[in-house]
């Protein structure tokens, strides 16, 4: 399967984005879909999972709250809601499928990768 983020960019603290992906190329309800971010000179850390039905979600602990995760398996696609943004949510937000997976957090059960769309948060 093929993944394309979109929807980053410049906002301020306080601000809302919606982050989307794109998915192409197989049956998406196969997969559990997560989104993870990387801020430099950082690891990439886990942010939010959705399952194959899009009935069970998980967050990070961080980002709890604010954030929501949803899918439309219609469209093929899966949203990041980011509400309250603050300064340390900057990094570059990156969407990845698990075949036939659940809310997992390890980025090692994601098998398809998204390229990575660009969260800044100014304060």
């Known amino acids: 399967v093929q993944l394309q983020a979109s929807g980053g960019g410049l906002v301020q603290a306080g601000g809302s984005l919606r982050l989307s992906c794109a998915a192409s190329g197989r049956t998406f309800s196969n997969y559990a879909m997560g989104w993870f971010r990387q801020a430099p000179g950082k690891e990439r850390e886990f942010v939010a999972a959705?399952?194959?039905?899009?009935?069970?979600?998980d967050f990070a602990d961080s980002v709890k709250g604010r954030f929501t995760i949803s899918r439309v398996n219609v469209k093929n696609t899966v949203y990041l809601q980011m509400n309250s943004l603050k300064p340390e949510d900057t990094a570059v937000y990156y969407c990845?499928?698990?075949?036939?997976?659940?809310?997992?957090?390890?980025?090692?059960?994601?098998?398809?990768w998204g390229q990575g769309t660009q969260v800044t948060v100014s304060s």
């Open positions: 990845a499928a698990d075949l036939y997976g659940n809310t997992n957090r390890a980025s090692q059960a994601y098998e398809y």
């Open positions: 959705i399952n194959r039905s899009g009935v069970r979600t």
